[in-house]
C-alpha cells in the first residue's frame, strides 16, 4: 500500500535560517506531489506542485523553493527564513492526472522565532 | 476571483440531529469538488467526491448548479463525526484545488 512521509513534525528555527523539509511517497510511482500551507482559520494554500522529477510548479511567490531529485522525493526548502513563513505545512501525493484524491502527510509545524 | 466559502467556522448539534455544512463557491461551470475530513489528531483524507456519487460514513453531497453550492449533509449525526471539514472544488480540472476555510463540527452527547 502507498504510504507518504512527512518530517520533521515540529521545527522552530531562527530568521535567516535555512529551510529544509522533506517529503517520501512509497508504494507507487510516478506520483503528482504538493506542498501545502495550512494557516489556522483559512484553508490550505498550495506552494508547489510536481508531476515528474525536475518539474516544479509555483502557485505563488515567496520566499520558499521546492525540489524533486527523486521520483518519490519532495522537498521545501528556503535559503532564508522569513517570520511569515511560520506556519504547519503539509505534503500530499497523488495519482498522475487531475482531480485525483490527495494523500496528505502528517504535517511540519514551524516556527520562525 | 474564484473562491469557495464555507460560512460557519463552528457547527454545533447534538448527536442524532441532522448535519448540513455549508459550502458556496463563485465561479461558473462544472468544477469537480471534493469534501476533505480531518478527525482529531489524524491526517487530513478525502471524505467524498462529487463525480463518485457516493455515500460515505452517511454523508452525502449534492452539487446545486443553480446556486452554486456543494452542501454535505447527513441525515443523524454521530459523535464519531466531530472533525474539521474542508469544502475544495477544482474549478479548472488541473491541480489546484480551492479550499474553503472549514468548518469544525462538533457532536455533543
Known amino acids: 500500500s502507498q504510504t507518504i512521509h512527512q518530517w520533521p513534525a515540529t521545527l522552530v528555527q531562527p530568521v535567516g535560517s535555512p529551510l529544509s523539509l522533506e517529503c517520501t511517497v512509497e508504494?507507487?510511482?510516478?506520483?503528482?506531489l504538493y506542498w501545502y500551507r495550512q494557516a489556522a482559520g483559512r484553508g490550505l494554500q498550495l506552494l508547489f506542485y510536481s508531476v515528474g522529477i525536475g518539474q516544479i510548479s509555483s502557485e505563488v511567490p515567496q520566499n520558499l523553493s521546492a525540489s524533486r531529485p527523486q521520483d518519490r522525493q519532495f522537498i521545501l526548502s528556503s535559503k532564508k527564513l522569513l517570520l511569515s513563513d511560520s506556519g504547519f505545512y503539509l505534503c500530499?501525493?497523488?495519482?498522475?492526472?487531475?482531480?485525483?484524491?490527495?494523500?496528505f502527510g502528517s504535517g511540519t509545524q514551524l516556527s520562525v522565532l | 476571483a474564484q473562491r469557495v466559502t464555507q460560512p460557519e467556522k463552528l457547527l454545533s448539534v447534538f448527536k442524532g440531529a441532522p448535519v448540513e455544512l455549508k459550502c458556496n463557491y463563485s465561479?461558473?461551470?462544472?468544477?469537480?469538488l471534493f469534501w476533505y475530513v480531518q478527525y482529531s489528531r489524524q491526517r487530513l483524507q478525502l471524505l467524498l467526491r462529487h463525480i463518485s456519487r457516493e455515500s460515505i460514513k452517511g454523508f452525502t453531497a449534492d452539487l446545486n448548479k443553480g446556486e452554486t453550492s456543494f452542501h454535505l449533509k447527513k441525515p443523524f449525526a454521530q459523535e464519531e463525526d466531530s472533525a474539521m471539514y474542508y469544502c475544495?472544488?477544482?474549478?479548472?480540472?488541473?491541480?489546484?484545488?480551492?479550499w474553503g476555510a472549514g468548518t469544525k463540527l462538533i457532536i455533543k452527547p
Open positions: 500530499a501525493w497523488s495519482p498522475d492526472g487531475f482531480n485525483e484524491k490527495l494523500f
Open positions: 475544495a472544488p477544482n474549478p479548472d480540472s488541473n491541480y489546484q484545488l480551492i
Open positions: 508504494g507507487t510511482s510516478n506520483p503528482n
Open positions: 465561479y461558473s461551470g462544472s468544477p469537480e
